[in-house]
Every structure is written in structure tokens, then in C-alpha cells.
């Protein structure tokens, strides 16, 4: 008994013993502490200005005196304990901050004589330069320039400038948060350089990258143009430029030199020239200007006074006497068409005109089996297009084609052929026995293109044509179709 009262005392005292170690060693005051169980964490570093930096960190362990900041510059020795703050503040601002350097920071907290580990952390103290610096041509005299503010607290900004060759000088300044500039006053056509800079009362920045900006205003593009008539075009053109005082458009002919012929105000972008003469080649330019400049002209056009000639010329036979012939309207502008036709061997003669925008003349009368031509041009009460291509039509209409049959019995048979016309009066269908003359046996009505012939004689060979009609005339007969009255017999 007495061994276990023994036992269970020392089990206890080591329980007990093991539990104070325990809290001695949790508690930052304790000499056998672990520094890194009560270091500082999420240590933060903000650049409030060139010369003053904010720390900030958190911590979990309460049971501290406070905190300590050392501070490094660049390559230096350590500064230790440049700043101390006790345990209820977690952060703190480095006042004596060295600009243009490379600072490393370090906080740890201390508990008495102890000190934890701690938490360390840099930053690059200097003064951003802005980025992107950019431009826009206000007028044909002066640019706005614009940039990207990269510090929260610069006192403003410095610009420069110079010429070709030229060394840069600060033409001006702006106050802080201001990112733009417009620069008045400058020589049309000079290239010139910009740089910017952000500064405060003690330093400024490195500049930003360099920008050249030439005073010149875009000429005008994609000059085409547009004919309203025999006698006027429309020329179009992209306005490149955002400040012009308006266009001017000049015009020669072939071997001449340019005039100015008129102009137009800002943003107008067409101009139509009226009463030229038909058949010349013009050419064209157009430039911009304000009151003080001119900008470079936009691309030459040439420009032909005609209008297109009617294209595609094409015929469908109305019947066996007139045929409708059309064609492809390629003008905007003509007061209509005339349709001249002629015989083999004649001469064109003008046979009708239609109005404007109609494209097609039905022709009647004709003499069957003739073969006649036409042209058609386009015409204003002034001129005339050049003529279509020319149009061969015969006025014919298409025999029947693709006779085949098929045997109903063996005394009858069923003929099919392919209707190619499309103003026929019916179909004659003729049959001969071998050795024998064709002859009438039948007809159908307009596109009816089957035939029942019956009462043959088995064994016999029959032959059949089929021919179109109307109440003038006749196709051309198909192609012969030869039927012998007999069955198949059985195979395999």
C-alpha cells in the first residue's frame, strides 16, 4: 500500500511538474521561451510620402511589454530600435525615412528582457514617374498630353520639352492628381518631344518615357466617288481629322493642271460637281485646312462621265412569233433603253425604247424559224451608253426530247417524251411499221406529254416521232423511237 501512496505521489508532482513547464514556456516572460510562438505577423509597409513610411502588423500574443522596429538602409549596418511602441498599438510611422533608398524593416515584440522572433519586410522608397504618357492634336497649333498618376502624393507635375536637336527645358508644372497638359502656341509641322516628371517639396521622380509629337492634321481618305448623271459625280472622302475648318476640292483634266473648285465646312464629307462633259476623264483631290494650315491632299481619283452599259443580255421565246429578251440595269440614272434589232445580213434598226429601270421588250411578229439580233443602250436626254453585247435568237421552239415507252400489254403500248417548250398548242404523234411511211395517229393537248397507242400486233416492230405545234407552226420532230410487241420471258 504504502509503495502505491509513493507512486502515486511522484505521478502527480510530474503531472504538476510538466504542467508548469508547460506554462513557463508559453509565456513570453519565461527565459526558456520559444521566440517564434509570439513573434508579430502580417507585417504591412505603406509609403505615406518620400519621407514617411507606416508600418503595420498583428498580433496574438497579449502577455508583451510592446513592440520594436529596426531599420536597414540599402547595404547599411542594422539600426536597432529606431522606433518602440507599446503592446496595445500594432502599428507605427518611420518619420526619418531616406528617399531614393531601398529600406528593410524589421518588428518583434518584447516581454521584459525577452524578445521574440521576428517579421521583416522592404520597400523601395521612391517617387514613381507617371506612365503612358500619350497625346491628342487639339488644332493644327497645339496638343494635349496626358499621362498615368502612379503616386499618391506627389505635389504635382513638371513637363518638358524640346525641339529636334534640341535640349529639354520645363515649359510648366501642375498641381497634384492633374494628368494632362495642352500645349498652345506651336509652329504647324514641327516635331516636338515631351517628358513628365512628378515632385514633391523635397524630390521628384525619374521622367516618363518620352513621347514626339508631330503639329500636322491627317489628310483625308478613301476619296471615290458616285454618278448622279451623264453630267455630275458625287466625290466622298473619311474625314481623318477632328479640327479642320473644312475641305477644299480641287479638279483637272487629262494633262492639265489642278484647280480649286470649291469647298465644303468642317465635317462634310461629299461634294457633288455638276455640269461636266460627258465622256471626259476628271481628277480629283481634296485637303483639309483650318484659318492657318493646309493639310497634305488625300490620294488622286479619276473619274470617267459615262454610265454603265446594260449587261447580261438574255431571251426567253414567248411563243413561236415573239420572244421577251432582258437584260442587267447597271446605271442609276437613265432616263431609259433603247432596243434595236436586225436580220441576218440586214441592218440594226431601232425597234421600241422602254422607260427608266424596266429591263426587258417583248418582241412580236417575228417570222418563224428567222433569226434576228439585238443590242440595247441606255440613254438621258443627253447622251447615250455604249451598247449591250449582242443577242442571236431564233425563233424556233424546241422539239420534244427523251422518247422512250413502256408496254401496257402486247397489243399496246405508252409513249413519254420531255416537254422543252412552253407556248405549244399540243403533240402530234406519228408511227411506221417496218418498211413503211410515218403517219399521223394521234395528238394531245398542251403539256400532255404521254401517248396510249393500242390494237398492235403482237410481234410487230413499230416505230414513233412526236412533234410540238401551234396554230402557226411546227417543232421538229424528236428523235425516233423503235417498240417491238413483245413480253419478256421468264428468266433464271
Avoid at 509652329?187 to 521622380?205: D, H, M, P, Q
Avoid at 476628271?282 to 497634305?296: D, G, I, M, P, Q
Avoid at 459615262?306 to 420572244?323: E, G, K, W
Avoid at 440614272?333 to 436580220?343: C, L, M, N, V
Wanted: include cysteine; charge should be negative; charged fraction near 20%.
Amino acid at each position: 500500500m504504502k509503495i502505491l501512496k509513493y507512486l502515486s505521489i511522484f505521478i502527480l508532482i510530474l503531472i504538476s511538474f510538466n504542467c508548469s513547464e508547460d506554462k513557463l514556456f508559453n509565456s513570453p516572460y519565461d527565459s526558456d521561451n520559444d521566440p517564434d510562438k509570439w513573434k508579430p505577423k502580417d507585417l504591412e509597409i505603406q509609403q505615406i510620402n518620400i519621407t514617411n513610411i507606416k508600418l503595420d502588423w498583428d498580433q496574438d500574443v497579449k502577455d508583451i511589454d510592446g513592440f520594436k522596429i529596426d531599420r536597414k538602409i540599402g547595404s547599411r549596418e542594422w539600426e536597432n530600435e529606431i522606433i518602440t511602441v507599446n503592446k496595445d498599438k500594432k502599428d507605427c510611422v518611420d518619420t526619418t525615412a531616406i528617399p531614393d533608398s531601398l529600406i528593410y524593416y524589421r518588428v518583434y515584440a518584447y516581454a521584459g528582457k525577452n524578445n521574440s522572433s521576428y517579421i521583416a519586410k522592404s520597400i523601395d522608397n521612391i517617387l514613381p514617374a507617371p506612365t503612358n504618357l500619350s497625346f491628342q492634336l487639339v488644332n493644327d497649333q497645339s496638343i494635349e498630353i496626358s499621362w498615368q498618376d502612379s503616386c499618391s502624393f506627389e505635389s504635382g507635375y513638371k513637363i518638358e520639352r524640346k525641339l529636334e536637336d534640341g535640349n529639354f527645358s520645363v515649359i510648366d508644372s501642375v498641381v497634384a492628381n492633374i494628368t494632362g497638359y495642352t500645349d498652345d502656341s506651336l509652329t504647324y509641322g514641327k516635331t516636338y518631344y515631351y517628358r513628365v516628371k512628378a515632385f514633391t517639396n523635397l524630390n521628384e521622380s525619374d521622367y516618363s518615357s518620352e513621347i514626339s509629337v508631330q503639329t500636322v492634321f491627317p489628310a483625308p481618305t478613301n476619296l471615290s466617288y458616285q454618278l448622279l448623271s451623264d453630267q455630275s459625280a458625287k466625290i466622298s472622302w473619311n474625314d481623318s481629322c477632328s479640327f479642320e475648318s473644312g475641305f477644299k476640292i480641287e479638279r483637272k483634266l487629262e494633262g492639265e493642271n489642278y484647280t480649286l473648285i470649291d469647298s465644303v465646312v468642317a465635317n462634310i464629307t461629299e461634294y457633288t460637281d455638276n455640269g461636266l462633259t460627258y465622256g471626259e476623264t476628271y481628277y480629283y483631290r481634296v485637303k483639309a485646312f483650318t484659318n492657318l494650315n493646309e493639310s497634305n491632299y488625300s490620294s488622286e481619283l479619276s473619274v470617267q462621265i459615262v454610265f454603265p452599259v446594260p449587261t447580261n443580255l438574255s431571251y426567253q421565246a414567248t411563243n413561236d412569233q415573239s420572244i421577251t429578251i432582258s437584260w442587267q440595269d447597271n446605271c442609276s440614272f437613265e432616263s431609259g433603253y433603247k432596243i434595236e434589232s436586225q436580220t441576218e445580213g440586214g441592218n440594226y434598226t431601232l425597234i421600241d425604247s422602254v422607260v427608266v429601270n424596266i429591263t426587258e421588250y417583248t418582241d412580236n411578229g417575228l417570222t418563224y424559224g428567222e433569226t434576228y439580233y439585238y443590242r440595247v443602250k441606255a440613254f438621258t436626254n443627253l447622251n447615250e451608253s455604249d451598247y449591250s453585247s449582242e443577242l442571236s435568237v431564233q425563233t424556233v421552239f424546241p422539239a420534244p426530247m427523251n422518247l422512250s415507252y413502256q408496254l401496257l400489254s402486247d397489243q399496246s403500248v405508252k409513249i413519254s417524251w420531255n416537254d422543252n417548250c412552253s407556248f405549244e398548242s399540243g403533240y402530234k404523234i406519228e408511227r411506221k411499221a417496218e418498211g413503211g411511211t410515218f403517219f399521223e395517229i394521234g395528238s394531245v393537248n398542251a403539256n400532255i406529254t404521254e401517248y396510249t397507242d393500242n390494237g398492235l400486233i403482237y410481234g410487230e416492230t413499230y416505230y414513233y416521232r412526236v412533234k410540238a405545234f401551234t396554230n402557226l407552226n411546227e417543232s421538229d420532230y424528236s428523235s425516233e423511237l423503235s417498240v417491238q410487241t413483245v413480253f419478256p420471258a421468264p428468266m433464271n
